[in-house]
C-alpha cells in the first residue's frame, strides 16, 4: 500500500472531523499560566492535556517553566507577557496567536521554545520591551501557521537610542505562514535564514520600524514605507540604491546597519500550480498545512481555489485531495 493511499483517507477523515478540544478561559488578569487559580478549570493543564486555553481579555504572565496544554490561544486584547525578568517559556503544546499580543516586560529577552510544535498567527502583535536593547522576543524551534498580519512592534512610540526585537532563530520553520509581519513603531525585526524556494510570507516595514539583514532570507513581497520592491535579491546597499523615480529611495534607517552582512530575496509570490498553497513550485504533503490555514482563514489565495471558483472554503477540500494524489 503507497504512502498516498495511507495518508489521503487520514487526511479527508481529519476534515470531517470537529474540533475536538474542549476550551477554558482565563478568569484571573495577570494570573500565571500555571496556576490554576487563573482558569475556570480551577486547575492548570498537566502532561497529556487535550485542552485549548484563551486568554480572553486578559492578561496572562509567565516565569520561566513549561506549559502542557494541547494549545494556548491569546485572543483580542488577550495578552501573554513575562513575569519576571528573562523567562523562557517552553511549549509542549500549541501557541495561536489570535488577536491578542505577546510581549516583554521585563529586562531580558522572553523565550519562547516551541520544541517543534505549532505557532498559528492569524492576527495580533508581538511587542518587545520599552527603551533598551536585549528586552526581546526570541521565537526558537517552532512551525508556523497562519495567514494573518502580524504587527511587529516596539514598546515605545519614541524611537529610543537603543532598541529591542523580536528575533525568529533559525530553528523556526516559516513555510506554514502566508501572511505579512507589518514592522512599525521602533521595532527591530529579523526572521530566520530562509530559501527563495521556501519563501512564504510577505514582509512591510514603515513608520519607524526597522528590518534586521543579518542573514540571508526571502519572502514574497518587501514593502518599505509604501516602496514595493522588485523580484530579486539585494544587499543593505543594493536595496537603499533603488530609485523608485523622481530620486524617491527607501529610507536607511528603515534596514539596520549593524551586522547588515545579509541579503533579501524578493520571490514573485505567486505559483501557476493549484495546491501549490505552500508556493514551492511542486504540490506536496508540504502544502497539507497552509491550505488547511488558508482554508481555515477564508483567505482567497489563488493556489487554494482547487475548484476555481473564484473563493477558497470547503468545496476546494475534495479537488485539494485530488490534486495531491495525483488524480
Known sequence: MTLKRLVLPALMALFALPSILNAETAVTDNGDINDGATWTLGAAPVVGDTQQWDTGALTLKTITQTWEGQELRVQTDGRLATGAAGPTLTFNGDLTLDGGTITVLNNIPFIIDLQGNNFTLNSGSLISGRLNNGRDIVIANASLLGNGTIFVEGGFPVMPVDRSAVIF???????????????????????????????????????????????????????????????????????????????????????????????????????????????????????????????????????????????????????????????
Open 169 to 327: 532563530q533559525d530553528t523556526v520553520n516559516t513555510t506554514g505562514f502566508s501572511g505579512t509581519f507589518n514592522v512599525n513603531r521602533t521595532a527591530n525585526f529579523f526572521p530566520p535564514a530562509i530559501l527563495p524556494a521556501d519563501a512564504s510570507f510577505a514582509v512591510e516595514v514603515l513608520g519607524s520600524g526597522q528590518l534586521g539583514l543579518t542573514k540571508d532570507y526571502a519572502v514574497t513581497s518587501a514593502v518599505f514605507d509604501g516602496l514595493s520592491v522588485a523580484p530579486g535579491t539585494y544587499t543593505r546597499d543594493e536595496l537603499l540604491a533603488i530609485d523608485f523615480g523622481g530620486g524617491v529611495f527607501i529610507n536607511s534607517n528603515r534596514i539596520l546597519a549593524a551586522g547588515a552582512v545579509g541579503t533579501l530575496t524578493v520571490v514573485s509570490g505567486t505559483s501557476t500550480l493549484l495546491g501549490d498553497v505552500d508556493l514551492s513550485g511542486t504540490v506536496d504533503f508540504l502544502d497539507i498545512a497552509p491550505f488547511i490555514a488558508v482554508l481555515a482563514g477564508g483567505t482567497n489565495q489563488a493556489e487554494a481555489d482547487c475548484d476555481e471558483n473564484g473563493t477558497v472554503d470547503f468545496l476546494d477540500i475534495s479537488p485539494f485531495i485530488a490534486i495531491l494524489s495525483g488524480s
